[in-house]
């Protein structure tokens, strides 16, 4: 793994031995991998070494964190937002829809040529919508229409602009887009082809593939942007003169970096990690408990404790020296690490939460109702052709009757029983390869077609 110069020895112990740890859920991919019978799940995977053991949050139903995977978390983001040429490094990584045309949810090839020339310089960014949810325009990009009434009895913001909008990019390293493509994944039925030759299991490179770790594991970054348009009163123009919010002019019209997610293969089953800017006009409802969980950074904040929603949290002096010694943009300095997410449920047995409150309630998800991990363990391709247009069948949700947070089970929740459908391909907790068109004569999905959507 390439890591950045600042990290210290201590650090880089912690990265390597997270790595290490990532092992002991071999089993656990195995077992998982299979049907099982009747009334029976896999096993549930043996919890980490006391040294790696994760901080709990006070209380019983708290959210499970790691000062030591947070620092982890931070090493990754600094990855992908040092700066080349003047933009973060992930921009010049592979965006999902440039590993196929005609990937679920893509702009339609006729509409790069305008976003081309709206962007002045005849660069495109291939900015869209969540898959499968109502686009609307925002400049020369079809975007995601935000959601502006309740989700499961929670407000939406107050703020928002009547046709309000935000846009979505997801990004692969270097070493996943280059072992997608040379796999042959960029379609289902490629996948199909790539599992029956692999144990019906699709293992991208990382923990448990790679022994000495020299490149970057495959880590995907999803970045969501939103227009000041979306916003009554907007506080943010390009550049930001407050420096309050990483902004850019992206094809022509001016955005906000609004949440981050970023999920690598540092450990077998993903290490999960997002944030958020410390922004009242953009991200409201950071850390509110009653959403999706309270926010918790022992490594990057000097707080260690959780917190809620309108308090705040001062970044750690080792936070700040790692920023300023990546180059980043000063903006930086005002997003928070919501949290991380290594296992399925804590210590005491009970599902682990976690989300980010800008994206998880664009996508519709309930409150108390988002787990990364448990959404991504989902992620698999039952061999079904789907219709023209349309992911596969259960794109980006559990199976009706499964759970949301917690083991991906429907039959107990003591560890991981799917797939749910026999001989399917599993995906390994990636959702782009669920975007994928069945085979090269798939076509872009009906605008406005409504689609349930992952975390």
């Given at each position: 793994?390439k890591v950045c110069?600042w ?6 112990s912690?990265?390597v031995?997270a790595?290490?740890f990532?092992?002991?859920?071999r089993?656990?991919?195995e077992a998982?991998s299979r049907?099982?019978?009747p009334?029976?799940s ?10 790696m053991?994760?901080e709990?949050?006070p ?5 499970l ?6 620092s982890?978390a ?10 080349v040429?003047g933009?973060?490094?992930?921009e010049?990584?592979?965006e999902q ?19 081309a ?17 109502e686009?609307r325009?925002?400049g ?5 229409a935000m959601?502006?009434t ?8 107050s703020?928002?602009?009547r046709?309000?909008?935000f846009?979505e ?8 887009a280059?072992?997608?493509?040379r796999e042959g ?14 144990g019906?299991?699709?293992?991208f490179?990382?923990t ?11 880590l995907?970054?999803k970045a969501d ?9 907007p506080?943010f123009?390009c550049?930001?003169?407050t420096?309050?919010?990483?902004t ?10 609004v949440?981050l997610?970023?999920?690598s293969?540092?450990?077998l ?11 009242s006009?953009?991200?409201p409802?950071r850390?509110d ?12 904040t ?8 309108g308090?705040?949290?001062q970044q ?6 790692a920023?300023?010694e990546?180059?980043?943009n000063?903006a930086?300095?005002n997003y ?6 290594t296992?399925?449920?804590d210590?005491?047995?009970?599902p ?9 309630f664009?996508q519709?998800?309930?409150?108390g ?14 061999g ?6 349309l992911p ?6 559990p199976p ?8 991906a ?6 560890g991981?029983?799917t797939?749910a459908?026999?001989?399917?391909t599993?995906?390994?907790?990636s959702?782009i390869l669920g975007?994928m068109?069945?085979d ?5 999905a009906?605008?406005?077609?409504s689609q349930?959507?992952?975390n």
């Open positions: 793994m110069i990290l210290s020895a201590a650090l880089l912690i990265v031995t790595a290490c990532g092992g002991y859920s089993n656990r991919v998982g049907p099982q019978e009334g029976k896999a096993a549930a995977p043996r919890q980490p070494a006391d040294n053991t994760a709990t949050a209380g019983d139903d708290g959210p964190y790691g000062p030591s995977f947070a982890v931070w090493s990754l983001f600094l990855e992908a937002m040092t700066p040429n933009s973060p490094t992930f010049s990584w592979t829809c440039q590993l196929n045309p005609n990937a679920f949810g893509c702009p339609a090839a006729r509409s790069i040529p305008a976003a020339n709206a962007g002045g310089n005849g660069k495109v960014r291939l900015l869209h919508g969540t898959p499968g949810g686009t325009k925002s020369s990009n079809n975007c995601g959601i502006t309740p989700v499961g009895g929670y407000p939406a913001p703020n928002l602009s046709n309000a909008v846009c990019e997801v990004y692969m390293s270097p070493v996943e280059s072992f997608v493509k994944l960029t379609t289902l039925a490629g996948q199909q082809a790539y599992g029956r030759a692999n019906l299991t699709i293992n490179p990382g448990a593939q790679n022994d000495i770790r020299i490149e970057l594991d495959s995907e970054v942007w939103a227009p000041a348009a979306s916003f009554r009163n506080t123009a550049p930001d003169p420096n309050r919010l990483y850019e002019t992206i094809n022509g019209t001016c955005y906000a970096l949440a997610h970023i999920s293969k540092v450990m089953n993903w290490l999960w990690a997002t944030f958020e800017p410390d922004s006009v953009t991200n409802n850390c408990p009653k959403l999706y969980g309270a926010c918790l950074d022992s490594w990057g000097t707080s260690s404790q959780p917190y809620g929603k308090q705040t949290a750690s002096q080792d936070l700040r020296q920023m300023a990546a180059h980043l000063p930086f300095s928070f690490l919501t949290g991380v997410q296992q399925f449920v210590k005491y047995g009970k682990i939460q976690m989300g980010n409150s800008f994206i998880e664009n519709g998800v309930p409150p109702k988002s787990s990364c991990i448990t959404c991504h363990q989902y992620a698999y391709f039952d079904k052709r789907p219709p023209q247009g596969e069948g259960h794109y980006g949700r009706d009757g499964w759970p949301s947070v917690g083991y089970c429907n039959q107990n929740q003591n991981n029983c797939p459908v026999t001989n399917s599993l995906q390994d907790f959702w975007l068109p069945f090269d004569t798939g076509a872009h009906p605008e406005h077609k349930s959507t992952p």
